[in-house]
Structure formats: structure tokens, C-alpha cells
């Protein structure tokens, strides 16, 4: 315990060193079941899955009003996962929190199974199907406008693959919550660096990218966005940003926590064998 | 002959609708005066919101305000609509939402803008996709009445308005159906089925035929899907010979659905009357009407065409 006389800064950060190490486990949690997941499916993406476990991570359990027990309650804060093809890591961030079972992770990909290969509004708390890249951002405005319009204090999240900024849609989305003041909004750009075809500055070059989202009237803050104290920081910053939206550009590693996949870009999108299923959980122990 | 346009029709029933209903928002894409979608606008501008010259923005911010429980309407032009048909495909259809994407200057009538702005191809790429209603008023009554009972339904439609003033066909009291065929014009002979403003064309060739002792039975299809199959399937056993008319391609729309009905279940003779696979181009809309042969002297010559085939039995190629 803190002493009384301990400045603000303390108090945050003393609480945070109980909240840090319960999101990292977490998310090293998460990370496991990603892997067994995409493993059993035989398909997906993993680099891009495990680069956003953080972020999702500390939206769930630290940041984000929810009920996961009534996913439809009027006072939740949203998520929408613009960067669909994270959609094993969403699914396990779901299931982790109690908004279906755990056992049906291994589902996914499967034919007949509410776990769709991209997000898929069937899915109890996932807001709206995703997938095809640059969507995400418009429709979170959207339901950013409608809190401010019924006057509901909800905030509204949505995550973006960096690859994903390519898509003309994204800037007439990022345009548009300038123009209405969004604050009620924040997009976080996951910054791996990898897009399919390789490296991001090499297929389409995206820097200054922070200078671009502040070009369009956003507040914006960079992190390392595989560290959870990070996020949690610049997610209370976000809360407190008034008249703009806010746009946070998470730094990560594709394939964090594995260490023979970190910025590896063949596991964009292809699963793991079984041996490398074997050593990354092993990785995660 | 009474005259209105079936968009300035939407722009009332917006209003009426806006009084009615606190949960209707209205999206633009910088065309509000065109749309007139600036009508509501003026009325309720917290509920509205133009997103600027921007489609596929206009599409998933419609979709998001629906996912919040707003009924969205979404205006522009019919041809700059099918810009978004991906994000109309993957959101708002797919996930079942309450956006109405209820576009102007559709078919010819954006006349002199040429081919850019004229849309042939939009019933095909929208009737296609699962979950989507597709609505194509033929005056400014039935438009009007369609708007209202399209947001009191759940889903996302798609609704076809013209620039032009058109003819008033209905009476004020018109109660639209979704989903169902209009009988406007009784006859054994042969059938034209028709849609918006294609509709009014098929009864004046109507009224020209019967001078010639034909009587043709004259159906209108506001709702392209989901589309009155029993109706067209009774209409085509009854008569025998079917002209189809719309102001679109002749691939994939009103001619389209009703062949895919017909071949299945009750082949007829038959004749698609729209635009051949072929562009627009700058002209006044009625010039354009007579280049394409959407016309009523055109349906009478097609009618005439095909009783021959129906009455003669000759041999099809």
C-alpha cells in the first residue's frame, strides 16, 4: 500500500503495477489461445492476431465499459475491429471475458461455427461483421455520432491494421470525426510495419503517419503498443480529449511474444505447424 | 397531366417522416439540393449529417448511426451509390442493417451530365445481393408512399428516384404493398410488366394497342426484389406473351428477374425492352428515351412483334 502523502503519479502508478501484471497475463493468455486456434483452423493470421493482443487486451479488461453477460446493454462502451483479419485474437479476447465459452475457440474457420474466419456480428460482442479492409473507421463515427445525437456518454474504439491506412475510405472517415468533434472516439492504428507484400514504407509508404492523422484534425499519441502501461495511458488520455477525436498509434511487433515470428511477415497469413505450435506455447509458459 | 419528380416526392416523405419518427437520420454526399435530401435538412440539421463528396464514408457512417439504432437514409446519385457496393455488400446487407440507400438521377434522366452520371447497371448489382430490397417507384405518389413504408421495415433497401418530373399515375389514396405487383391494366393478349418510369410508357402503348383490338395487361413492379413471382408466373399462364420495359440495362434487371422466373417455371414468349449493352451519353432525357426505344411507340412495336410469335408460332432462333 501507497502512503497518503504519495503524489498522483504514484497513486497511478501503484495501481497500475497490480493492473499491468493482470494484463500481461492476460495477454499472454490470449496470445496461446491465438496460436491453438489458427493451429487447429489450419488457416488464418497470426502476425497481425498476436501485434494487437495488447491493445485488445487492455481495452477489455482495463479500459472498456462492458457487460459481458449482456452484450447488448445500452451503456457499453463499442469496439469495432476495423483490422478484421485479427479476428482469432478478438474472438479469444470475447470468450476471456465471458461472452461465449472458451471451448468453442477451436471453431474457428470451421464450417457451421459462429466463429467466422473475419468478424461476424453473429458472434455475441462483436458490433458489426468485419473484414474487408477500410470500413471500420466509418462505421465507428457513425456510432459515435449517434451517442452525441441521443446524448449516451458511451465511448467508441476502433483498432486499424497500419497496412489498412492504404484504404482512401479511411481518410474520408478520419475527415469526418474531425469535422463532427468526435471525442467520444478514438482509432488505433496497429503499427507493425508489415503488410502483406512486405514492409509498409516499401508497398505504400504511410510516414509521417501520426503527422497525418494530426493533418486531419486528430489528437494524436504514440506508444509502444505491446506495452500494457502504455496503452492504459494513452487510452485515459484519450477520455480526456475534448472538441477532437483522438487517434493512437500503437508501435507493435508482428507475431509479439513468439520469438521466431517477430516481424516475420510469412505469418501474415499462414498457421503454424505443429512443432512451431509447440515451441510458441512453450514461449508463452 | 400532373407532373412531380419521385425525388422531390422523397424529399417530403423525409419530412413527414422526420415529424413522425426522432430515430430517422438522413446522409448526404454533398448532393442535398439535388437529392433533396436539404428539405430535411433544414428541418431537423441535428439529424443530419453530409460527409462531403464521399461514398463509401456515406455508406458505413449511415451504417454505424443504423447499428445504433437510427434508421439511416442515404442520398446521392444512383450511379455514384453503386461506388460503395462493397461496403454496401459487406456491412449493411450483410449484417441486415436499417440503412436506406435511396438515390437520385437515376436511369437517363440525369440527361445532359452523359454517361458518368447516368446509371444503367444499379437494379442488376443491387438486386443481387442477399438481404436487399430493391425498390423502383414509378410516380411521385407511389415514391413518396414507398419511402414511408420502406422505414417502418426492417433492413436495408435500396431506392431508385429520378431527376425528372414523371406523370402521376396513382391516386392520392394509392396503398403501396411491399413486395407486390400493381395490376394497372386488365388484357388476355399478352403482358407488359414494367417499372418506374417505364411504367406510365407501357400504359399509353396500352391505350395504342387497344385501338388495334389487343388488350395488354399492364403490370407495374415497384419492388424488384423481393419481386411477385406468383403474380408474374399468373400473368404470363393467363396471356402467353411477356414484354418487359425498364429504363436499365437490359442485362440483369426488371427483364432479367422476371426471365429468371419464367424459364424455370413457366416459359412464354418474350422481349426485354431497356438500354442495350452499351453507355449513356450528354443528351435532353427525352431524346435519350427515343435513342434507346423506351417509348411507348417502341412497346407497341415489340408488343406487335411478339403476338406474331405468340399467334403464328414461329419458330424461335
Known sequence: ?285 | MELKSTREAYGDALLKLGDDDNSVVVLDADLSVSTQTNKFAKKYPERFFNVGCAEQNLIGVAAGLAIAGKTSFASTYAIFSTRAWEQIRNTVAHDNLNVKIAVSHAGLTNGPDGASHQSLEDIALMRIIPNMTVIVPSDAIEAEKAVVSEASRAGPAYIRLNRVETPIIFEENYNFVHGKAVLLNDGADLAIISTGTMVYEALEAAKMLRRENVDACVLNIHTLKPIDKKVIIKIAKETGAIVTVEEHSIYGGLGGAVAEILAEKYPVPMRIIGVNDEFGESGEYQELLKKHGLTAMNIFKSVKELLEIKNHEIPRD
Not at chain 1, 30 to 53: D, E, F, T, W
Not at chain 1, 56 to 75: A, D, I, Q, R, V
Not at chain 1, 227 to 232: A, G, N
Not at chain 1, 238 to 247: L, M, S
Open chain 1, 1 to 285: 500500500m501507497h502512503s497518503q502523502g504519495a503524489s498522483k503519479l504514484e497513486d497511478i502508478s501503484m495501481m497500475n503495477i497490480g493492473a499491468i501484471k493482470r494484463l500481461d497475463d492476460k495477454a499472454r493468455k490470449i496470445r496461446k489461445q491465438v496460436i491453438n486456434m489458427i493451429y487447429v483452423a489450419g488457416s488464418g493470421h497470426p502476425g497481425g492476431s498476436l501485434s494487437c493482443v495488447d491493445v485488445l487486451t487492455t481495452l477489455y479488461f482495463h479500459t472498456m465499459n462492458h457487460k459481458p453477460l449482456e452484450p447488448e446493454w445500452t451503456g457499453r462502451d463499442r469496439f469495432i475491429l476495423s483490422k478484421g483479419h485479427a479476428a482469432p485474437a478478438l474472438y479469444a479476447i470475447l470468450a476471456e471475458a465471458g461472452y461465449f465459452p472458451v471451448k468453442k475457440l477451436p471453431s474457428l474457420r470451421k464450417m457451421g461455427s459462429m466463429l467466422q474466419g473475419h468478424p461476424d456480428s453473429k458472434v455475441p460482442g462483436v458490433e458489426v461483421s468485419s473484414g474487408s479492409l477500410g470500413q471500420g473507421l466509418s462505421i465507428a463515427s457513425g456510432i459515435a455520432m449517434a451517442g452525441k445525437l441521443d446524448k449516451k456518454n458511451y465511448s467508441v474504439y476502433t483498432l486499424l491494421g497500419d497496412g489498412e491506412c492504404d484504404e482512401g475510405q479511411v481518410w474520408e472517415a478520419a475527415m469526418l470525426a474531425s469535422h463532427y468533434k468526435l471525442d467520444n472516439l478514438t482509432a488505433i492504428v496497429d503499427r507493425n510495419g508489415l503488410q502483406i507484400d512486405g514492409l509498409t514504407e516499401k508497398i505504400m509508404c504511410l510516414e509521417p503517419i501520426a503527422g497525418k492523422w494530426r493533418a486531419f484534425g486528430w489528437h494524436v499519441i504514440e506508444i509502444d503498443g505491446n506495452k500494457s502501461v502504455e496503452i492504459i495511458e494513452a487510452l485515459d488520455e484519450a477520455k480526456e480529449i475534448r472538441g477532437k477525436p483522438t487517434a493512437i498509434i500503437a508501435h507493435t511487433f508482428k507475431g509479439k511474444g513468439i520469438s521466431f515470428m517477430e516481424w516475420i511477415n510469412a505469418f501474415h497469413g499462414r498457421a503454424l505447424s505443429k512443432e512451431e505450435m509447440e515451441i510458441a506455447l512453450q514461449e508463452l509458459s
